[in-house]
């Protein structure tokens, strides 16, 4: 059996996954609803698949941050204690992670043979460029994108779906957050 991968990304309403200037995590929307279905949707088995540049942003920010940020929200705490693969040829073991493994080589090539492999889902937050690759090698099953109520304009960092193939979407969940926020999961096949 093929284990299910899903890209899960933020994203403002103009397409950044970040933004600069005096913008808050989660562009200061974020709500209990918001944080209780992270929480939730990190609840149960899965192995988390990072590209080295994310891995080494999760790990500068959760160093940098004290017990009180939002960085440290109970979803974040649980996906941080998930089993992780970081797909690297540049990254060496150990890491500051309680349960990752460095897997060297071609994302697509390590992310095709983990699908064949993994008993439990796979679930990749951010990560950009390498899940853009997966998506146009057809290996992501679901495209998660929660938008925040912003538009980054001037200030917007990581455009999405920056230099990404073109595809079709079929709408798989939807559902609003805080009266705000959407989730939306879809099934993404190449165009």
Known sequence: MTATYT??????LD?????GGDWTGYWGKQGPQLLDHRLAQH???????????TYRAFA?????????????DPWVTRMRNLPAIVVS????????????????????DVVARLKEESDVPLR?????????????????DRLQITVFPVVTGRTGLDRV??????????????RTLDDRIQELVYRPTLH
């Not at 779906?161 to 939807?174: N, Q, R, Y």
């Open 124 to 140: 990749s937050h951010g990560s950009l460029s390498m899940n853009r690759a997966l998506m146009a090698a057809g290996l992501v």
């Open 15 to 19: 397409g950044y996954g970040a933004a």
């Open 60 to 72: 500068q920010m959760l160093a940098d941050s004290t017990g009180e940020s939002d960085v440290r």
């Open 161 to 174: 779906f920056e230099g990404a193939a073109d595809f079709d979407l079929e709408l798989l969940e939807h």
């Open 89 to 108: 040829n540049t990254l060496q073991e150990p890491l500051d992670w309680p349960d990752a493994t460095v897997v060297k080589g071609d994302a697509v």
């Open 43 to 53: 609840a149960g088995e899965q192995r988390m698949v990072f590209g080295a540049n």
């Open 7 to 12: 890209f899960d990304v933020f994203s403002s």
